[in-house]
């Protein structure tokens, strides 16, 4: 019997392959830009192509001479899969793989990406960390109205309840009781 290590050591490999090799590969929009196009390809060859039409037809309009662009006879457009290629295995694999690149792409660079937007923003406590902006003021006084009013003159759209919130916890410095705001 196969301990429960010997299990992660077997598995081990094949865990480290697709993390660090095939969900980055599939993971790269590049790589899902290519398979766009090809998709479009033979979207494009199945729309100019008339699909599902009997054998007499395709040797009709495709002839082995003189060949379509001296390649494309009956035999190959058959062979290939083109008289029907929306049922044909290697379009339908095409369309899974674009599938699984946009959701690895979506799982792997997305989300993380979402939840970085999403992360609570820290607030700024002391004077000198406003000071980084390319443009801060110091607004002196402690009369909301007037705040608001200011503010308000200055094209701020106002949320009176953040911004009560906001002052209790974090933007009241110094002795002087003057707020800094960042524009």
């Not at 729309?47 to 662009?69: C, D, M, R, S």
């Not at 001296?70 to 095409?94: E, N, S």
């Not at 979402?114 to 609570?120: P, Q, V, Y």
């Amino acid at each position: 019997m196969v301990e429960a290590s010997g299990i992660d050591r077997i598995l081990s490999g094949p865990k480290r392959f697709l993390n660090r090799e095939l969900i980055p590969a599939l993971a790269n929009l590049n790589f899902a830009i290519v398979l766009l196009l090809v998709i479009a390809l033979f979207s494009i060859l199945g729309t100019v192509i008339e699909q599902g039409q009997g054998l007499a037809f395709y040797q009709a309009n495709y002839p082995e001479k003189p060949a379509l662009f001296g390649f494309l006879t009956w035999k190959v457009l058959l062979t290939a899969g083109l008289d029907h290629v929306y049922r044909t295995w290697w379009y339908l694999g095409l369309l899974v793989l674009f599938g699984a690149s946009l959701l690895s792409c979506t799982f792997k660079r997305q989300l993380p990406a979402l939840k970085w937007f999403s992360r609570d923003q820290k607030l700024y406590s002391r004077p000198q960390q406003f000071k980084k902006f390319a443009v801060s003021t110091q607004i002196a006084g402690s009369d909301m109205d007037a705040l608001v009013e200011q503010l308000t003159a200055r094209k701020y759209r106002i949320n009176r309840e953040a911004i009560a919130s906001t002052l209790a916890k974090a933007l009241w410095v110094g002795s002087g009781r003057s707020l800094s705001i960042a524009a």
